[in-house]
Nanobody, 120 residues
Framework: QVQLVESGGGLVQPGGSLRLSCVVS????????LGWYRQSPGKQRELVAA???????GYEDVAGGRFTISRDSARNTVNLQMNNLAPDDSGVYYC??????????????WGRGTQVTISS
């Protein structure tokens, strides 16, 4: 069983920055594609950024060139650096780990989330 534990959320003013971290345990870190999702009240959960097992990163439009995702294999951690934050970035941010096994089974795990609130 894979466990994901997020940290780093909080309350910041518009224009501020936050760095979210997610520690992945219970499995070989190098096998997993990792992503950050967010969910705002009344909205569906949406992908923000992802980095695959080969360390290739991709971003959704909501990241707007402001976010950077990175994986740290020494610490089994995936980070999301968020700059120039706006109120619309508020929500619960979830860490996700996903892989397809050799038998083509899709495995997916979620963290419990960390709250991000952007407000003056």
């Amino acid at each position: 069983q894979v466990q994901l534990v997020e940290s780093g959320g909080g309350l910041v003013q518009p224009g501020g920055s936050l760095r979210l971290s997610c520690v992945v345990s219970g499995s070989d870190f190098s096998l997993w594609d990792l992503g950050w999702y967010r969910q705002s009240p009344g909205k569906q959960r949406e992908l923000v950024a992802a980095v695959d097992a080969s360390d290739r990163a991709g971003y959704e439009d909501v990241a707007g060139g402001r976010f950077t995702i990175s994986r740290d294999s020494a610490r089994n951690t995936v980070n999301l650096q968020m700059n120039n934050l706006a109120p619309d970035d508020s929500g619960v941010y979830y860490c996700n780990a996903m892989r397809t096994t050799e038998s083509r089974e899709l495995l997916q795990f979620w963290g419990r989330g960390t709250q991000v609130t952007i407000s003056s």
